[in-house]
């Protein structure tokens, strides 16, 4: 289910639920962001959320993996997405691996060196959108780290075994192949002139507002609903 906040809606955020931010601020939620933004709440204990200029802790990826308090630059609570199972919460001790996942990821982007030679280990990336490839020897530490903010959601609650999205496993050393097949549709990076895989927010949107999980792109499709529709979900692909 969602709670938008942004029209009055008051919500109990629990720890685990994924914030999003859809409008840019000051403007009244009229004008949508460019890049809509998730992230993870993680608080000791849920908190009534009545604004979204609400001040709360979120796990999150911008450039790195890191925590945070919400409302901040251009981002404050304005969705609320939270995941149900046969139409009651998902329990506190899957919340807790969430959040435990989410920060536990942190740690290891803190811990990484900010560069092996020339090359950056840790940081935003939209092709590996969940790219964790651990140290054969401590798979405890990671010798990299790419996400986007969708998918550092999407990471940390196929962790805890509720996945929200059906797509490639994470991109690591031993599934490469493998996650090459991804029903999440194409997306063309001009950056770097290639289609890649992109989970966009608003497919988490999406799947929450529908309470259908794990969303299935190839379903979609074939109930004649068109994917890309969802990129900026609520809003239209246009907007």
């Not at 920060?103 to 590996?128: F, H, S, T």
């Amino acid at each position: 289910m969602t709670a938008e906040v942004y029209r009055a809606e008051i919500c109990d955020c629990h720890p685990g639920d994924v914030v999003f931010a859809v409008f840019e601020p000051n403007t009244g939620y009229t004008q949508p962001l460019h890049f809509q933004h998730a992230a993870i709440f993680f608080s000791d204990r849920p908190v009534l959320v009545h604004d979204p200029k609400q001040p709360i802790q979120v796990l999150e990826v911008t450039d790195h993996p890191d925590t945070g308090d919400w409302p901040k630059e251009r981002y404050e609570v304005q969705i609320i997405g939270q995941k149900r199972s046969s139409g009651a919460p998902i329990p506190s001790a899957v919340r807790t691996k969430i959040t435990l996942t989410g920060r536990g990821i942190v740690r290891r982007a803190k811990n990484m060196p900010d560069k092996i030679g020339d090359r950056k280990q840790c940081g935003w990336e939209l092709r590996r959108y969940k790219h964790v490839a651990p140290n054969p020897n401590d798979p405890e530490v990671a010798e990299e780290l790419f996400f986007t903010c969708a998918g550092f959601v999407e990471y940390c609650y196929e962790q805890a075994l509720e996945d929200i999205i059906k797509d490639h496993p994470c991109f690591q050393r031993h599934n490469k192949r493998e996650c090459q097949i991804s029903s999440v549709p194409f997306y063309f990076d001009s950056r770097k002139k290639e289609l890649i895989h992109r989970l966009w927010s608003g497919y988490l949107i999406r799947a929450f507002q529908e309470d259908t999980y794990p969303l299935d792109f190839d379903e979609l499709l074939r109930a004649g609903e068109d994917p890309a529709n969802f990129e900026k979900y609520p809003f239209s692909s246009e907007a």
